[in-house]
C-alpha cells in the first residue's frame, strides 16, 4: 500500500502485488484479510490504505502470532532458495546460561530500538 504503483493504480495489474512481494495469491488475500481484521489496513474507494496503527499486539490471539511467524519463515526461505536479494544468516555456537540471558537481552534492545525507528520513519523503501 505504500508502493507509489499501487497508489498509482492499486491492483489493477494481476499479479502486481504477488510479484512485489514474492507471495501466492492465496497467500497475500490471507495477509490482507489478517491485516483488515487487525485493524492495519482498510478498503477505501477500491484500494487498500493503511491505518496508522504503531503495532500489533499478538498476544492475545498465540495461535494467529504462531502462523504469522511461520509464514514470514516460509517467505524467508523461499526467498533464500530463488536466491533473492537480502540478507540471511544463522550463528550456531556454544555459550554460558549467563552470556545467553545477555545476549538476549542486546537482542531486545535491539528489536525495541527497530520499532522505535519503523514506528518514527516517513515514507517507504520502496519508493
Known amino acids: 500500500m505504500e508502493l507509489a504503483e ?25 495477509c490482507l484479510v489478517a491485516l483488515q481484521k487487525a485493524g492495519q489496513i482498510r478498503q477505501r474507494l477500491g484500494k487498500w490504505q493503511p491505518v496508522a496503527v ?6 492475545a490471539d ?20 530463488q536466491n533473492a536479494p537480502g540478507n540471511f544468516g544463522f550463528s550456531l555456537f556454544a555459550i554460558s546460561r549467563q552470556d545467553l540471558l545477555r545476549l538476549r537481552e542486546l537482542h531486545l534492545e535491539y528489536v525495541r530500538s527497530m520499532q522505535a525507528l519503523i514506528a518514527s520513519s516517513k515514507g517507504s523503501a520502496a519508493e
Open 54 to 59: 504503531l503495532r500489533v499486539d499478538t498476544r
Open 6 to 30: 499501487y497508489r498509482e493504480r492499486g491492483f489493477a495489474e494481476p499479479g502486481f502485488l504477488e510479484r512485489r512481494v514474492g507471495m501466492s495469491t492465496s497467500e497475500v488475500q490471507r
Open 62 to 81: 498465540p495461535a494467529g502470532a504462531r502462523a504469522a511467524k511461520l509464514a514470514w519463515l516460509d517467505v524467508a526461505r523461499e526467498r533464500l532458495e
